[in-house]
């Protein structure tokens, strides 16, 4: 009778196996690399080496690496597929590494700047994502028929029309930032580009990009995004621009609502939106109102919010809509009493995401506060279970009972968050 061959001899399995060994912790500002079980199970034998070792390099990132030694890096270069940081150990200069060709994701240390940026981009053909921060990459795009996600940042004055050119027919998602000087992107079509985070602060550009996206779905603000740059999208989405989007994450200073609330009035059909914005008045909750049909997500993030705003927002609520995630910040001195109030919904059983974030809100008479106390039994809390080690972030158990009470109307809802604590609901069955 022939024996049985261990599944874990067959290279195809082993390697599927090693998928799922942990070697990236995610920490504040990134991940760190922690490779001390794939590398014993390299020693397990020469078959265990040969089809691990290339997971084990799969993804570099010289940051997070620090204290790899040079020879190592070397070595196993070849095997390299994603390289993050690249350039940030200064031990290790580019102009002298060992060939790299097989990368299919690549960012750019942001410390870095050097010519041999360049020439390493243009050895990666396969590569699909991009991330680079400066504006020296004048012919880098020149081989990458294969690029599909970039992130860009544009630090100089001169046109970009002819670089992207090469990218644009099969890029699907661009973070795009220009603080300083004009791209020049007239006539350039992106018409597979799905996803856009961006910053332009020339309103030429802004009605050159948008315009030349006519399949874009999902539009975003980058994390400083400026006043200009918010006035010169509305002003291209007000002209026509990216007839299907529906999806906008976009923040507006203070005084710049009017504008977003009359853009959001010339368009309908937006599913996700959004908004973190210095004032919530009346006008901008109208306007998100006119998207009410078809909402499925709504974050709302105010520093002010106008007298009579809420009451306008319980109208949306009980119109029409399909709303699956809400989410709902600054709010002060409201009582929230008709937001979790089954009856002050269209479709209350659609709903399953709930956030609210105040130091003031009130919910039957009684006041969200932070306050540090003894877990009370699964009988008081119901169905809602609290995550370990967050008692002492947890609002007052008066307002968690009188909370808890009141969702048992919305059926599909399965986490709320006050406060940024998450409680979420199990089955009792």
Same mark, same amino acid.
């Given at each position: 009778m022939p024996k049985t061959k261990n599944p874990l001899e067959i290279p195809e399995i082993l390697a599927l196996v090693g998928m799922y060994i942990p070697m990236w912790q995610p920490v504040v500002g990134g991940y760190s690399f922690h490779p001390q079980d794939m590398l014993s199970c390299t020693l397990v034998s020469h078959h265990f080496r040969i089809t691990l070792l290339p997971i084990l390099w799969y993804t570099f990132d010289e940051k997070a690496s620090s204290a790899v030694p040079i020879e190592n890096i070397r070595k196993y270069t070849p095997y390299f597929r994603h390289h993050f940081n690249y350039g940030y150990r200064k031990d290790y200069p580019t102009h002298c590494r060992e060939p790299c060709t097989r990368l299919t994701q690549l960012t750019i240390a942001v410390s870095q700047k050097g010519e041999h940026d360049i020439e390493?981009?243009?050895?990666? #053909?396969?590569?699909?994502?991009?991330?680079?921060?400066? =504006?020296?990459?004048?012919?880098?795009?020149?081989h990458l028929s294969q690029l599909e996600h970039l992130r860009y940042q544009n630090m100089g004055n001169k046109s970009h029309q002819q670089s992207f050119q090469l990218i644009s027919k099969n890029l699907k998602s661009l973070r795009l930032k220009s603080s300083i000087g004009k791209l020049g992107l007239e006539g350039l079509v992106f018409p597979n580009l799905k996803e856009l985070s961006t910053d332009l602060c020339d309103l030429q550009d802004a009605m050159d990009l948008l315009h030349g996206c006519p399949n874009l779905e999902s539009l975003e603000s980058v994390e400083s995004f400026s006043p200009r740059s918010l006035l010169n999208v509305t002003q291209a989405?007000?002209?026509?621009?990216? #007839?299907?989007?529906?999806?906008?994450?976009?923040?507006? @200073?203070?005084?710049?609502?009017?504008?977003?609330?009359?853009?959001?009035?010339?368009?309908r059909g937006l599913t996700h939106l959004d908004l973190n914005v210095?004032?919530?008045?009346?006008?901008?909750?109208?306007?998100?109102?006119?998207?009410?049909?078809?909402?499925?997500?709504?974050?709302?993030?105010?520093?002010?919010?106008?007298?009579s705003t809420f009451s306008f927002l319980l109208e949306i609520l009980s119109s029409r809509g399909h709303l699956k995630d809400?989410?709902?910040?600054?709010?002060? =001195?409201?009582?929230?009493?008709?937001? %979790?109030?089954?009856?002050?919904?269209?479709?209350?059983?659609?709903?399953?995401?709930?956030? @609210?974030?105040?130091?003031?809100? %009130?919910?039957?008479?009684?006041?969200v506060k932070s306050e540090v106390f003894?877990? #009370?039994?699964?009988?008081? @809390?119901?169905?809602?279970?609290?995550? #370990?080690?967050?008692?002492?972030?947890?609002?007052?158990?008066?307002?968690?009972?009188?909370l808890f009470k009141m969702a048992q109307g919305f059926s599909g809802?399965?986490?709320?968050? %006050? =406060?940024?604590?998450?409680?979420?609901?199990?089955d009792l069955q």
């Open positions: 390493f981009i243009k050895s990666n #053909p396969g590569l699909k994502r991009l991330e680079c921060t400066e =504006n020296y990459y004048s012919d880098a795009f020149t989405l007000k002209s026509g621009a990216c #007839p299907v989007l529906r999806s906008m994450r976009l923040r507006a @200073l203070n005084g710049q609502e009017e504008d977003l609330a009359v853009m959001l009035k010339n368009r210095a004032l919530v008045s009346v006008n901008l909750i109208e306007a998100i109102g006119c998207h009410a049909s078809s909402l499925t997500h709504l974050a709302i993030r105010g520093g002010i919010w106008a007298p809400v989410r709902i910040q600054g709010m002060t =001195n409201e009582a929230i009493d008709p937001l %979790i109030t089954k009856m002050r919904w269209k479709n209350p059983d659609v709903l399953e995401s709930l956030t @609210l974030k105040s130091d003031t809100l %009130i919910l039957g008479g009684e006041q003894t877990m #009370p039994s699964d009988d008081c @809390l119901g169905p809602w279970m609290l995550p #370990p080690g967050k008692e002492s972030r947890t609002p007052n158990l008066a307002f968690l009972k009188v809802l399965r986490t709320i968050t %006050i =406060n940024d604590v998450v409680y979420r609901k199990f």
